[in-house]
């Protein structure tokens, strides 16, 4: 189940990262736009001179060499260090690439503070990012029992109303949100929804033949497209804390995250039987016995190697392994292997993973927003503008996943529950595919706010620009 | 020293669970003689329910239904057999609560079949392993095993089945007994397996299922299927055509994507196509759920912007 999904066996969610400042800000000066980024945006430093922006990154953690690995392509998030409007200030620069990609940084902005560890602060960050789920897993039998009850299934429910729908809605509402996004992603957001509006045509019109496959590919899709996320904040964490991981480091940490979706997913494609979806009855693989416990052990044994490996780099850099670095995959972790011993638990999953995006989205939103205004932001417009870009994603959501099967089941005269598997098949569809596409760092026009510090953001009054050297 | 001593016990009880009843089931099919043994102390009420069932004659003239070969061959419920249920049989039929017990799904043993969303849902129709299958462990009831019969087993599945993984002919338990001992077993004249009489020969078996008189071909989703199969197809071959006459119109982008679009399409015809093999082939199944991932791992390439050099 993702999102309003729900494959028995296991979870089945959905989700990543966006944020549309790219385009909005590059109405704006690259330079006005600099002057006003909090420190933490700044801290990897931006700056235009006609046309050829360079970057310096401050003394401290986030400081980032040329020397340092490639950066690794993201399936959904963008990578971090690259710093909020980086790419439109930058026509030069490749924004996959990041800084650490820039041949030779020559510096015109340096500031004082060192990147954010986190979007709003430590405690907060944790608790969203994964730990409440976690926390939640951990006290639930003592609550629940742990078990698949009625009241839990409800409870899921209404949150998936706030929580799972909403950042469905979220992806929409950047891809076609502006003029600008259609035209970066003419490709997307024409071809993405052709695509899968012809496989849900095709399910309405042959539901035997064409509707369990169309399922049976969101299934597989979906927790393919979690994992995306998981590695893609870890990523972004380990920037934020300048932890930076070494090229093998970071390929067991992204096996690890990768066999826990295959391994799971192994142990129920052991089976032809399927499951259903909806009423829409879909197949199992029926893949040799031996291949679940196979992935098993590569997923410990990449787990545990990726463990030795940060060990390594703490022991020789003296310091304790970033928190937040490891929090996405311990909860993946506990999402896809633990959560099958509690039923009741994988029910909120899917709310969990749309918080994961929601929050990274609702700050990367904000700070597009304040970047398009020409004063600092202040707490009351911090307020509005989130109240309102939620406001808009819980009804976008509710649109969705609610009204749209509706209308479909009308339109086709299809029973509903078919109706309503197919639209949610093809939503949650079309979602994984734009997600994809439209956090890449590679656009050169994706600006990456990724190290903005929400606090700071709303409190940040505008900076003045130290030539390089003076700062300290 | 503590999980040594769990595992012993698990292992303890397992045994346990699997001392049989002295009675035996035997079901006359028309490919020979089937012998069950029952686990009471594993499940007991679906043994009870069952054992009553049987001799009552409900099990007479069901049939197996499903024939899913690596996995399982499935008994069509109670209400589905030939001839129809009396009153009093009809009484009889309870559902049955599960009973998971410790019990694992090995080949052979029998499993109560239910509905996927409700455990308690079980009634009359169960399947015989015919392979393990741990995902349905804990969460079926194992209630009893073939203990004779193995060759009738190869013999149902040598009956050529529809898309639906039905047999093309009606597998029908002619009648269903129960023998009170393995002694008055000894002494019973069990017919051996044969070929199904009136199924066709494997060899000549998509001869067979093109003939008029098999349901197969009438069944329009199978008509369903090549039209959209062809639709796809189609659409590969106009992307392709439309790839080389916009030539170098379209930036390397933009191929690129339509290339991937051409991709996720035949990606998704290979999956309407081989995921039924692959029920046959468990390896192909297995290349073809490692390919899917691959190329889900491909389309992050999809209007991708080109590297500036």
């Known amino acids: 189940m993702s999102a309003a999904s729900g494959a028995s066996g296991l979870p089945s969610p959905a989700g990543s990262a966006g944020m549309p400042a790219a385009a909005s800000a590059s109405r704006v000066p690259a330079a006005a736009r600099a002057a006003r980024l909090p420190s933490s945006a700044r801290s990897t430093g931006v700056s235009s001179s006609a046309g050829s922006a360079r970057v310096s990154a401050p003394a401290g953690p986030a400081r980032l060499s040329a020397a340092s690995p490639a950066v690794p392509r993201l399936t959904s998030l963008p990578h971090p260090a690259t710093a909020m409007s980086n790419a439109t200030a930058m026509p030069n620069a490749t924004a996959m690439s990041g800084i650490a990609a820039l041949p030779r940084p020559a510096p015109v902005l340096s500031v004082k503070r060192p990147a954010a560890k986190y979007f709003v602060s430590l405690p907060v960050d944790f608790l969203l990012i994964g730990g409440f789920s976690v926390v939640l897993f951990l006290v639930l039998p003592h609550l629940l029992d742990g078990s698949r009850t009625a009241r839990v299934i409800q409870l899921g429910m209404w949150l998936t109303w706030v929580g799972n729908w909403p950042h469905f809605s979220a992806t929409s509402h950047r891809l076609y949100g502006t003029r600008a996004h259609l035209k970066q992603y003419p490709f997307t957001a024409v071809a993405a929804p052709l695509l899968v509006a012809l496989g849900a045509a095709g399910s309405f019109a042959a539901p035997a033949v064409v509707a369990p496959y169309f399922v049976k590919l969101l299934l597989l899709w979906s927790p393919f497209h979690y994992s995306g996320q998981t590695f893609g904040i870890s990523q972004l964490y380990a920037r934020r804390a300048g932890h930076r991981p070494t090229g093998l480091e970071r390929s067991f940490l992204m096996a690890f995250i990768y066999g826990t979706f295959i391994a799971r997913t192994l142990l129920f494609e052991a089976s032809p039987t399927g499951s259903q979806y909806y009423g829409i009855a879909y197949p199992g693989f029926g893949v040799p016995q031996v291949l679940p416990a196979a992935a098993n052990v590569l997923t410990y044994a990449s787990g545990a190697v990726f463990l030795l490996l940060l060990a390594r780099t703490c022991v020789r850099e003296r310091k304790l392994p970033p928190l937040m670095y490891l929090l996405p995959a311990a909860t993946q972790y506990v999402w896809f292997y633990v959560a099958g011993a509690r039923p009741g638990f994988a029910e909120f999953v899917p709310f969990f993973h749309g918080l994961q995006y929601l929050v990274i989205a609702w700050a990367m939103n904000l700070s597009g927003k304040a970047l398009d205004q020409k004063a600092p932001a202040t707490p009351r417009f911090a307020l509005n503008e989130s109240a309102k870009w939620y406001a808009i994603n819980v009804a976008g959501g509710a649109a969705l996943f609610y009204v749209l099967p509706l209308i479909a089941a009308d339109a086709t005269g299809a029973p509903k529950a078919l109706a309503t598997g197919i639209v949610l098949a093809a939503v949650q569809i079309h979602h994984f595919f734009v997600d994809g596409v439209i956090w890449k760092l590679k656009s050169q026009t994706v600006a990456s706010p990724l190290l903005v510090n929400i606090q700071e953001l709303v409190h940040s009054e505008p900076v003045r620009a130290v030539p390089q050297g003076v700062a300290a | ?309």
């Open chain 2, 1 to 309: 020293m503590r999980a040594a001593l769990l595992a012993a016990m698990t292992v303890a009880l397992a045994a346990r669970a699997e001392e049989p009843a002295p009675e035996r089931v035997v079901f006359h099919t028309v490919a020979g003689d089937m012998v069950f043994a029952l686990y009471p102390k594993a499940a007991p009420k679906t043994v009870q329910q069952f054992l009553a069932l049987v001799r009552a004659g409900v099990y007479d003239t069901t049939a197996f239904r499903r024939v899913r070969p690596g996995f399982i061959l499935q008994l069509s419920t109670a209400s589905d057999r030939e001839k129809p249920l009396t009153e009093a049989q009809s009484k009889l039929i309870h559902r049955l609560p599960v009973e998971p017990g410790e019990l694992k799904h090995v080949r052979g043993v029998l499993s109560m079949a239910r509905k996927e969303q409700d455990p308690d849902s079980a009634e009359t129709s169960f399947c015989i392993l015919l392979r393990p299958a741990p995902q349905l462990d804990g969460k079926y009831t194992v209630f009893g095993k073939l203990e004779s019969g193995e060759d009738v087993l190869e013999k149902i599945l040598e009956v050529p089945r529809d898309d639906r993984m039905r047999p093309v002919v009606r597998i029908e338990v002619t009648r269903a007994e129960v023998v009170s001992s393995s002694a008055a077993l000894a002494a019973m004249h069990l017919e051996p397996a044969h070929a199904v009489a009136g199924a066709p020969a494997p060899a000549k078996a998509v001869a067979a299922l093109h003939a008029a008189a098999l349901p197969v071909v009438r069944d329009p989703v199978q008509h369903k299927r090549i039209y959209f199969l062809s639709g796809g197809l189609l659409a590969i071959v106009f992307l392709g055509v439309g790839k080389v006459l916009l030539g170098k119109r379209i930036s390397s982008r933009h191929a690129t994507s339509l290339d991937l679009v051409g991709v996720l399409i035949g990606t998704f015809l290979l999956l309407v196509l081989l995921i039924p093999e692959g029920h046959r082939l468990p390896w192909l199944a297995a290349v073809l759920f490692i390919g899917v991932v691959a190329i889900l791992k491909l389309l992050g390439r999809f209007e991708t912007p080109a590297e500036r050099p």
